[in-house]
């Protein structure tokens, strides 16, 4: 195999990009500028490294606790629990929310074994038994997954005292957040209902 083909067969291997497109970006970087390609390559090679998951909320941070958690300006009161890290950029894109955020890492699927367990849910719990909290986001995919998991915590919370609340609908249903456009998600977000 050639370092051509290994590149290509790397790339095609990301989200989003099959062979041809792969194939165009490895083209594309064999005649592009060498400072790019070197810039692009030692911050694919830093990444892991570099960026870590907030050891309060899950979020992608180069600092622990993130600029969210540290940020006293934010509403502690609130906590937006999301299935995905990307979901919080999501959602502070809407520029509607000013609480904290709880990253779950994913939804409960039993066809791929993924329960309770595997989600940071106990670390939700903790975070609320601390106390300060009284309303609790749920901002899941509107899913099959995401709304299961939505009522395993409406469950879980329901002893706790907190207002629990679902994002409203009018997000596509079965698709991911991340595909919200900005003026339905912050709609949904300050429509959001109590479960
Ligand atoms: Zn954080």
Known sequence: ??????LISYLSRLPGLGKKSAGRIAFYL?????EFVQGLADSIARLQETIKQCSICGNYTEQDPCPICNDISRDRRIICVVEQAQDINTIEQTGEYRGLYHVLG??????????PDSLAIESLMRRIAEGGVNEVII????TVEGDTTALYLHRMLAE????VSRLASGLPVGGDLEYADRTTLARSLKSRTEM
Not at 1 to 6: A, E, F, I
Not at 139 to 142: E, F, I, K, L, S
């Open 160 to 163: 706790r005292n907190v207002a």
């Open 106 to 115: 994913g939804a409960i699927n039993p066809l791929d074994g993924i329960g």
């Open 1 to 6: 195999m050639t370092g051509l083909d290994r």
């Open 30 to 34: 064999l005649k592009a500028d060498g």
């Open 139 to 142: 901002a899941t995919n509107p």
